[in-house]
């Protein structure tokens, strides 16, 4: 654990985003979890990932519930605008918010305690509803915070680091995601992050329920052999179906591959993502076959990666209720009261 | 590449810049914490130990370790390393108990020193507590050579050299102070085991200009004129003054000069201003006295009447680049006339060896120097030795500490018959600093303070009296402030492949970019794919051997704050915090492992 602030000295020659930006520049307070946690390595890649993206940290807003993961966003966009809710109830507090101001990027993060026990509910309608944000689920399988516990998203048949062997079916929250309808659905590793940064990269800019699982060791409490959630074993079973290069609009295509090799799915504004496969035919627009794919790799024991499934041209729920185009914030008084002759309109269409 | 050994002393003690840079080697980082600790004395002795005049050196030396100093590749300036040294000398009380005693017994043999300047005094130190009987030769009555005689007593009060210099004399040196060498081959023919010529280049050059005999009376030689201000020969200087050349000899000159009658003062050089060979510093406090720097103006001649000086005349020039080199080369303005009083010539210094027979198996070179063996400093006859400016030319006190160490190593095992060029190696001490979970040993909190300046004397006070010392030092608190900005660098990252699991923590925790976790390559492939560009080749990349996944850690060395966040954000201690300690051989060394 570091206590320390870190120190304000950079690399001199650390490149500069389209904002005149650094890196260091959209980093956190430093991080109080334990040293070596995977949920400090996904805080990083969010880092670059919104250097990347050139996005302005106060267009952001990070929200969380409780536990270990929960805790993160005070490590990363330290000058973005943040939530920290009650335990479970991020999903319901990034609705609200994202109906209010439809402008801002929302950035939900949530362990595998906050999202697959008390606030599984709530994740289901975020995700049937397709709010337009980012959802993490920093995954490790065990409650860190009260000592090592076994979580919902604990395979059945892991052992604990003091040797119980967990009984209970695991929640996968990927195959749960695809069955509610999320519009983008991608597992990442917080050890590899030249394949989690273009998914958070390619999250961020979906326009609707983006969920990533991310699978992030406890060090403390489980990166032990018998874990399947440890650096080694995640690092022997990881079978990534793609890898994704995200593409913004101004980017120069260069790298050639055999036909066939690579997909190229154009995302609502523009962007591009170039998934170059490791599956063959694995296809992401199919939502039943991923489901299935799953399934299989799964019962073989092995951890699916990349981007599974999405859904570029999808419609979120401002869509779906046709709200109003600008934030609420940005109606004045003619707007929200039209007066009495606007009512009598109204009253008049429902006769 | 392969995993770096850092068990060979050189690899840590390259990292430590300044150190490395050091003629002396002299382990800054160790002393600075101990000044940041408030132990001056403790501070002064590590000091003492490696470059032998602390309280000299903190006030004159030309500081080849701050230019090397990494502070200064992270942000604008580097650690005020040298006017540190000073504070350690400032207040570090009574340290004679410290000291070595002399030598209980003799070992019967007998070294002559010619000339008591820094050179022969840095032998006689490492010398005298090895029981030789020690014959210090000079000219003057006491002893210094250039550090009393030409460098101002406005920046070297007279006590600090009488002090440091004792401290050596009081280890049992015979003097025989006033008493000119005339001749090595006599001084060869007495029962001496060994010479050493510590005698400097005392010879300034003249201009051979138009007007230069007839207004001689006006026209000086820079260090022969400092020579006789510091002795208190020359007490005034004509109040239009001109100083020729752009080394620090000339800076000196000015400076004097404003001190003892001059109100107009002007350094003139022939290059750029950039160009010249004064330390930025001295460039700056001669300017911060008012005294105005003209370059290219190639001096063409001297201006007087009935014997009187009465102005120079200058030619414009303008640098030209030929086949890559640098001319000057005459723009065709009109020439450029100053009027003055006096003429101060600084325009380099050349050895002088006229009572060095030239039978006596020592060789020179055709620039009239004597053939030298640079690590051993022995001379073409293998009795005599040399160092310092009489060694390779004029370069600065710190060399001739540096060259006074190898010297005396070579004398001891010359003396005891061994082979002067099986050295001894340096010696490696490295130990973790670690002191609980996130705790070390030093203060790894870094500074984000810019370097504070060393208060001066207010200008008009200081330019009345050419013996005020014009800098005060820092204060205690200002010490302490310039100490922290120290980055610690021979506390070194040091990484153990089979504890590390591959996290990433000290990846992303590393406030400079430089861990990086990649496929292992050559070294140019490797500095190409880093986290952060890898492009000072004068830095090394710390690489490890293969790791669980098969890939390598490798770390750039190269703006490392030495922070220690990674060993404290390691799940399992494969970083650790370790001092290295590096000791370069002294004489007392030289002989044990034989």
Request: proline fraction near 5%.
């Amino acid at each position: 654990m570091t206590y320390l602030p870190k120190p304000a000295i950079r690399h001199p020659a650390l490149p500069v985003n389209a904002l005149g930006l650094t890196r260091r520049d959209y980093e956190g307070s430093v991080s109080t979890l334990c040293a070596g946690c995977g949920h400090d390595s996904i805080s990083a890649a969010i880092v670059h990932a919104a250097f990347e993206l050139d996005l302005p940290p106060h267009r952001i807003a990070k929200l969380s519930g409780i536990g270990c993961s929960s805790k993160t966003p005070t490590y990363f966009l330290g000058k973005s605008h943040g939530f920290n809710s009650v335990h479970g109830r991020m999903p319901s507090v990034a609705t609200g918010a994202s109906l209010a101001n439809r402008d801002l990027i929302y950035l939900g993060v949530s362990g595998d305690g906050d999202t697959a026990s008390i606030g599984l509910g709530q994740f289901a309608h975020a995700m049937r509803r397709n709010v337009r944000m980012v959802y993490i689920v920093e995954n490790n399988g065990v409650y860190g915070l009260t000592k090592g516990q076994f979580s919902a998203t604990s395979d059945k048949g892991a052992k604990s680091k003091r040797g119980v062997t967990n009984n209970d079916e695991a929640i996968d929250l990927v195959g749960t995601a695809l069955g509610l309808g999320a519009s983008f659905v991608a597992r990442g590793f917080s050890g590899d992050k030249t394949q989690l940064v273009p998914l958070i990269k390619a999250a961020l800019q979906h326009r609707g329920a983006a969920f990533i699982d991310c699978v992030s060791p406890c060090v403390a409490f489980n990166n032990h052999p018998g874990s399947t959630k440890s650096f080694d074993f995640v690092r022997e079973h990881n079978e990534a179906v793609n890898h994704l290069d995200f593409i913004t609009p101004r980017t120069e295509i260069t790298a050639d591959y055999a036909p066939g090799a690579v997909e190229v799915v154009v995302q609502h504004d523009g962007s591009l993502l170039r998934l170059r496969k490791l599956a063959a035919d694995y296809d992401v627009h199919d939502r039943v076959a991923a489901m299935a794919w799953l399934q299989q790799r799964q019962s073989a024991g092995e951890i699916v990666t990349g981007l599974l499934y999405v859904e570029p041209e999808t419609v979120d729920l401002h869509g779906h209720l046709n709200t109003v185009g600008v934030p609420l914030n940005g109606l004045a008084e003619p707007e929200l009261c039209p007066g009495s002759e606007a009512l009598d309109r109204l009253n008049a269409g429902l006769r | 590449m392969q995993p770096t050994d850092i068990r060979d002393p050189d690899y840590f003690h390259k990292v430590v810049d300044c150190q490395w840079a050091c003629p002396a080697h002299t382990p800054v980082p160790e002393y600075i914490r101990l000044i940041a600790a408030g132990r001056y004395a403790d501070a002064y002795m590590v000091n003492w130990f490696s470059n032998v005049f602390p309280g000299i050196l903190g006030r004159t030396c030309d500081r080849p370790c701050e230019p090397a100093c990494r502070r200064g590749r992270v942000e604008e300036q580097p650690v005020a390393i040298c006017r540190l040294k000073r504070v350690a000398a400032d207040y570090k009380g009574d340290i004679t108990g410290r000291l070595p005693a002399p030598a209980a017994a003799r070992n019967g043999k007998r070294v002559a020193l010619v000339g008591a300047g820094p050179a022969s005094l840095a032998v006689a130190r490492d010398l005298a507590t090895e029981g030789y009987e020690l014959v210090l030769f000079d000219a003057a009555l006491r002893g210094g050579g250039m550090i009393r005689s030409q460098i101002p007593k406005f920046r070297l009060p007279e006590e600090v050299i009488d002090e440091e210099v004792d401290y050596i004399l009081d280890l049992g040196v015979t003097t025989r102070f006033g008493e000119e060498v005339g001749s090595l081959k006599a001084l060869l023919a007495e029962d001496y085991d060994a010479i050493f010529v510590g005698s400097g280049a005392p010879r300034g050059r003249d201009l051979d200009l138009p007007g230069r005999r007839e207004a001689a009376a006006n026209i000086h030689i820079g260090i022969d004129w400092l020579s006789s201000v510091s002795f208190g020969h020359i007490e005034r200087i004509g109040r239009r003054v001109i100083v020729l050349g752009g080394g620090n000899t000339a800076m000196d000159c000015c400076r004097s000069s404003r001190r003892l009658g001059g109100e107009a003062v002007t350094v003139v050089v022939r290059s750029g201003f950039d160009e010249m060979k004064a330390s930025p510093w001295e460039k700056e406090d001669a300017m911060h006295e008012d005294i105005p720097i003209l370059n290219y103006l190639v001096p063409k001649a001297f201006e007087h009447t009935d014997g009187r000086l009465t102005g120079m005349i200058f030619e414009k020039v303008a640098a030209s680049y030929v086949d890559g080199r640098r001319r000057l080369v005459p723009t065709g303005e009109p020439d450029v006339h100053i009027e003055c009083d006096d003429v101060l010539i600084a325009v380099g210094q050349e050895n002088a060896f006229p009572w060095i027979e030239r039978d006596i198996g020592i060789e020179f070179d055709r620039w009239g120097l004597p053939v030298v063996d640079e690590r051993t400093m022995q001379s073409t006859n293998p009795r005599v030795f040399f160092g310092g400016d009489a060694a390779f030319g004029p370069k600065n006190i710190i060399w001739a500490v540096a060259h006074g160490h190898a010297a005396a190593i070579s004398i001891h095992r010359f003396c005891r018959g061994e082979d002067v060029n099986d050295r001894p190696p340096p010696i490696l001490n490295l130990a973790s600093q670690k002191m609980g979970i996130h705790e070390w040993s030093y203060d790894n909190d870094i500074s984000n303070d810019r370097r504070y300046r060393v208060p001066l004397k207010d200008k008009a006070v200081a330019l009345r009296d050419i013996r005020a010392e014009v800098e005060l030092g820092y204060d205690e608190q200002l010490a302490y402030a310039e100490a922290e900005r120290c980055l610690n660098c021979d506390v070194q990252t040091v990484f153990a492949d089979p504890l590390c699991i591959e996290c990433d923590a000290c990846v992303d925790i590393c406030p400079v970019d430089c861990i990086s976790f990649t496929a292992n390559g050559d070294e140019a492939d490797l500095r190409g794919r880093l986290n952060a560009p890898a492009d000072n080749l004068t830095q090394a990349l710390y690489v490890s051997g293969a790791l669980t996944t098969g890939r390598v850690m490798v770390k750039d060395e190269n703006v490392c704050l030495h922070c220690g966040f990674c060993a404290e954000r390691c799940p399992t201690g494969a970083w650790d915090m370790q001092r290295s300690l590096i000791e370069l051989p002294q004489a007392r060394h030289a002989c044990q492992h034989a």
